[in-house]
C-alpha cells in the first residue's frame, strides 16, 4: 500500500525567502508524481506533473524533482510571496487505475 | 487545459434527504473519475473510482449504499448521498484524469452540511 508523508505539516517564513518543501513515498513504482495547492475551502490546484521517466518540472518560480529511487520529491519555491500562502499538497499515481495517494500536506505561510 | 467543473459548491440539507453531486469534464472525455472526501485539516481520501459504463470501485471502508456514484457517460459522474447525517457533512472533491498526459484534474469541490 503506498503511503506518502510531507515534512513539514506547516511552514512560516518571511516574504521573499526560498523554501523547499519535501514529499516521500513508500513505493517506487508510480506512474507519476504532481503538486497541488489548496486554498482554505476550495479545490485544488495543480502546480506540476512529473511523470516517472521525468527527474524534474519548472513553472515559474517553482521547481519540482523527483528521484523515484529514494522515493522522494521536493517543491521549491523561489522568492516567496504572500499569495504563496495555502497548503501544498503532493499526490502520487501508482497501482491499478493509477489510484492516487495524497500526502498530508503542508501548511505554508507567507508573511509580509 | 483539462477542467473539471464540480456542481454545487456549497450545500446545505436535512438529515434524512438526499444529495446529488455533479462532476462534468468540460473538454475532455474521462473514463475514469474519482471521488475523494476531506476532513477537516486532513488530506484527501479516496472513495471511489467511478468507471463510464460500469460499477464504481469502493475503497474499504466506504458504504457503497450510501454513497451512489453513477459514470453514465464519459463527461459526467455523480455522488448521491443517500439518506444524509450529520457525519456525513464535509468536504466532497472529484478529479478525472487527462488523457494526454495522465495528470490529474480536480473540481472545485463540494461543501456538504447535513443539518
Known amino acids: 500500500k503506498q503511503e506518502v508523508t510531507q515534512i513539514p505539516a506547516a511552514l512560516s517564513v518571511p516574504e521573499g525567502e526560498n523554501l523547499v518543501l519535501n514529499c516521500s513515498f513508500t513505493d517506487s513504482a508510480i506512474y507519476n508524481l504532481q503538486w497541488f495547492r489548496q486554498d482554505p475551502g476550495k479545490g485544488l490546484t495543480s502546480l506540476l506533473l512529473i511523470q516517472s521517466s521525468q527527474r524534474e518540472q519548472t513553472s515559474g518560480r517553482l521547481n519540482a524533482s523527483l528521484d523515484k529511487s529514494s522515493g522522494r520529491s521536493t517543491l521549491y519555491i523561489a522568492a516567496s510571496q504572500p499569495g504563496d500562502s495555502a497548503t501544498y499538497l503532493c499526490?502520487?499515481?501508482?497501482?491499478?487505475?493509477?489510484?492516487?495517494?495524497f500526502g498530508t500536506g503542508t501548511k505554508l505561510q507567507v508573511i509580509p | 487545459g483539462a477542467v473539471v467543473s464540480q456542481h454545487p459548491s456549497r450545500v446545505i440539507c436535512k438529515s434524512g434527504t438526499s444529495v446529488k453531486i455533479e462532476c462534468r469534464s468540460l473538454?475532455?472525455?474521462?473514463?475514469?473519475m474519482f471521488w475523494y472526501r476531506q476532513f477537516p485539516k486532513q488530506s484527501l481520501m479516496l472513495m471511489a473510482t467511478s468507471n463510464e459504463g460500469s460499477k464504481a470501485t469502493y475503497e474499504q471502508g466506504v458504504e457503497k449504499d450510501k454513497f451512489l456514484i453513477n459514470h453514465a457517460s464519459l463527461t459526467l459522474s455523480t455522488l448521491t448521498v443517500t439518506s444524509a447525517h450529520p457525519e456525513d457533512s464535509s468536504f466532497y472533491i472529484c478529479?478525472?484524469?487527462?488523457?494526454?498526459?495522465?495528470?490529474?484534474?480536480f473540481g472545485s469541490g463540494t461543501r456538504l452540511t447535513v443539518v
Open positions: 478529479s478525472a484524469r487527462d488523457t494526454e498526459n495522465y495528470g490529474y484534474t
Open positions: 499526490a502520487v499515481s501508482s497501482g491499478g487505475y493509477q489510484k492516487v495517494t
Open positions: 473538454d475532455f472525455q474521462a473514463t475514469t
